[in-house]
C-alpha cells in the first residue's frame, strides 16, 4: 500500500518557508529555497541564507 500526505510544508531554519499540497510542493514549488531543496541543489539555499561555510 502506498501512502502519502495530503500537505506538506518545508522549513529552513526552524522557519516555515512553503506549505501546500504534498503535490505542489513537489512539483510547482513557489519558493526558490524549496525548489533548490526539491532539486538537491542545497548549495544555492545555503547561499541564499548566508550559510555557506
Known sequence: MKQKS?????MLLGKL???G???QIFT???KPD?????????VNTLKNNNLNH
Open 28 to 30: 510547482r514549488q513557489q
Open 34 to 42: 524549496t525548489e533548490n531543496y526539491i532539486s538537491g541543489n542545497l
Open 6 to 10: 495530503d500537505f506538506t510544508g518545508f
Open 21 to 23: 499540497t504534498t503535490s
Open 17 to 19: 518557508v512553503e506549505f
